[in-house]
């Protein structure tokens, strides 16, 4: 599966965004997804996650209240509503996928998950 993730741009603080991850070449519902970040010198992390049927989810303890991951089933993509942004959000979100992903361990590790995409960059400026 071919991943493409879009939406970022620069937002003030406590702005909104919606970060969308399509997918070609396969349906997206038979891949849990996951959003990662990566700011400048830092690690990539985990962001928040969906279970394939789209039922589970799962958040990073930063933005629980404030991101919402949802799939579009109809237009194969999954979402990323990203709300009350803050300068430390500031960073390049990727999407990633995996076929085989079991969801009854956290879904974090970057490790576990085979397609990725390219990375949209998201600024949160003060």
């Known amino acids: 599966v071919q991943l493409q993730a879009s939406g970022g741009g620069l937002v003030q603080a406590g702005g909104s965004l919606r970060l969308s991850c399509a997918a070609s070449?396969?349906?997206?519902?038979?891949?849990?997804v996951g959003w990662f970040r990566q700011a400048s010198g830092k690690e990539r992390e985990f962001v928040a996650g969906?279970?394939?049927?789209?039922?589970?989810?799962h958040y990073v303890d930063s933005v629980k209240g404030r991101f919402t991951i949802s799939r579009d089933n109809a237009k194969n993509t999954v979402n990323l509503r990203v709300n009350s942004l803050k300068p430390e959000d500031t960073a390049v979100y990727y999407c990633?996928?995996?076929?085989?992903?079991?969801?009854?361990?956290?879904?974090?590790?970057?490790?576990?998950?085979?397609?990725w995409g390219q990375g949209t960059l998201v600024t949160v400026s003060s």
């Open positions: 969906i279970s394939r049927s789209g039922i589970s989810t």
């Open positions: 070449g396969r349906t997206l519902s038979n891949y849990a």
């Open positions: 990633a996928a995996d076929r085989n992903l079991i969801w009854s361990a956290p879904p974090t590790p970057a490790t576990q998950y085979e397609y």
